[in-house]
């Protein structure tokens, strides 16, 4: 089945520096990648939406220049968190649709990064 | 805009227990509907769907039915296993929309 491949998995990165997420699409096309960041015990928080080959579109309240999204082929896009604070700190989950185009299928989720600004 | 009701966790059951996590929606036209599930430390897996009103999701002993006329999508299973221990996320896609809207999560908990 369709897999969506996320890393690193783990990142413990100090305050200031920045960090690149990865998410491929293995077997699919990706079009149309989800990021979203999940608080520990809460549901997950839709960050922005990347298409390949434009720019992404952000959520309300959330920093472009903070969260540089890139989908530069159908099965790749990253996130890249720069200038990271503590506060930055979180689970960032990536998706794609399964089918692309239709949300008819479900989505296909990687398997998340965990990031610690120490 | 639009929603998704679950019930609060943590839901606390015995090995081969019966369970209900309940799910409702708000939204306009005709969404689907999913359950999904996350195991302590990774990403969501999709567990089941349903596209259309009293359809019936179903996979790995669980299952969820469509009900337009009580906006619901209730997620039951007739034996549990320690091994369902996880977080499980109600969501729906509106009709001819991308954007998954997800409910708060239930975690649950599966005792030997």
């Known amino acids: 089945g369709a897999v969506v491949s996320q890393h690193p998995s783990r990142v413990i990165c100090k305050s200031g520096t920045s960090v690149k997420i990865e998410c491929r699409s293995l077997d699919f096309q990706a079009t149309t990648m989800f990021w979203y960041r999940q608080f520990p015990k809460q549901s997950l928080m839709l960050m922005a939406t990347?298409?390949?080959?434009?720019?992404?579109?952000?959520e309300q309240g959330v920093e472009k220049d903070k969260f540089l999204i890139n989908h530069a082929s159908l099965t790749l896009s990253t996130l890249t968190v720069t200038s990271a604070h503590p506060e930055d700190s979180s689970f960032y989950i990536c998706?794609?649709?399964?089918?692309?185009?239709?949300?008819?299928?479900?989505?296909?989720f990687g398997s998340g990064t965990r990031l610690t600004v120490v | 805009g639009d929603s998704v009701t679950q019930m609060e966790g943590p839901v606390t059951l015995s090995e081969e227990a019966f369970l209900t996590i309940n799910c409702t929606y708000t939204a306009t036209g005709y969404p689907s509907l999913f359950w999904y599930v996350q195991y302590p430390g990774e990403g969501l897996q999709l567990l089941l769907k349903a596209t259309k009103a009293d359809d019936k999701g179903s996979n790995k002993g669980f299952e969820a039915t469509y009900r337009k006329e009580t906006t619901s999508f209730h997620l039951e299973k007739g034996s549990v296993q320690v091994s369902d221990s996880a977080v499980y996320f109600c969501?729906?896609?509106?009709?001819?929309?991308?954007?998954?809207?997800f409910g708060a999560g239930t975690r649950l908990f599966v005792k030997a």
């Open positions: 969501a729906l896609s509106a009709a001819g929309g991308f954007k998954t809207i």
């Open positions: 998706s794609a649709p399964t089918r692309a185009g239709s949300s008819l299928y479900g989505y296909t």
């Open positions: 990347s298409n390949e080959g434009s720019k992404a579109t952000y």
